[in-house]
């Protein structure tokens, strides 16, 4: 039973981090609407239209109003999202670190559509999470703030330092999530999950590059493959440093 609801709110999370990934960008309001529209011609949503996942294939991945076709993106992130929610749950139960990596992922969902979207990673945002994580650590554990900033810190020079060396492998915006990751996780979890990024980056540009020869890619969004990572961390992440630290 545990799993269900936490499948039906997750995906809730998702739709909404979707929403607020496609429309904040543009500068589109999105909170304070009272029924959603459709992307293409503007039309309102029956409430059938909006169930999360339902929906998607209900109509077959197309707009029941202009019959255009819909992104995956939603139908991938209201997919991953409960699948991920419950492996947290069996790892975790109900204990912190299921509500931290929970928190991440949202953050993590929002850039996502935005950065598939618009290749952009909207500033504001990485504040507002900044802001929100410091604050409750700033009432209640002031200790492990302070050890959060300087790993902060650290990941400020390890990642300012890789940029400056490498430059044309990664945008900015896409360093200064890294960075913030270092503010939420572990330095050798956001190292986790930016070597996975990396790597399974170069795979899917180069399975691209021989099936689709001669197709130019000068921009390419990052932060799906730092979602990737994040993924993993809490499966492997251990595994990964006592496999690498015994060499």
């Not at 979707?18 to 429309?23: Q, R, Y």
């Not at 459709?38 to 996942?53: A, Q, R």
């Not at 419950?86 to 992922?105: A, G, R, S, V």
């Not at 929100?132 to 300012?160: C, K, N, R, W």
Request: overall charge positive; proline content about 4%.
């Amino acid at each position: 039973m545990i799993y269900i609801i936490l499948s039906a709110y997750s995906t809730v999370l998702a739709s909404f981090s979707h929403v607020i990934g496609v429309n904040y960008p543009p500068r589109k309001p999105f909170l304070l609407r009272v029924s959603s529209k459709c992307d293409y011609c503007g039309e309102k949503l029956s409430g059938v239209h909006m169930l999360p996942i339902v929906s998607f294939i209900f109509l077959k991945g197309r707009t029941s109003c202009c019959n255009k076709p819909m992104s995956w993106s939603y139908l991938a992130v209201e997919v991953l999202a409960p699948l991920f929610v419950c492996i947290l749950y069996k790892l975790y139960n109900f204990e912190d670190p299921f509500y931290l990596y929970i928190f991440i992922f949202s953050l993590l969902l929002i850039l996502f559509v935005s950065d598939m979207f618009y290749l952009y990673i909207p500033n504001s945002i990485l504040s507002l999470y900044l802001i929100s994580f410091t604050v409750y650590y700033g009432y209640t554990d002031v200790s492990t703030l302070l050890q959060q900033m300087y790993q902060l810190m650290a990941g400020a020079v390890i990642f300012i330092g890789l940029y400056l060396c490498v430059k044309k492998g990664f945008g900015f915006g896409d360093i200064k999530l890294l960075i913030l990751l270092c503010f939420f996780l572990s330095l050798k979890e956001v190292i986790f999950i930016f070597i996975v990024a990396v790597f399974s980056g170069a795979l899917s540009m180069s399975v691209v590059s021989v099936f689709k020869r001669g197709i130019m890619m000068n921009r390419i969004p990052f932060v799906p493959f730092i979602l990737f990572g994040f993924l993993c961390c809490p499966i492997a992440n251990d595994f990964f440093w006592k496999f690498f630290l015994r060499q």
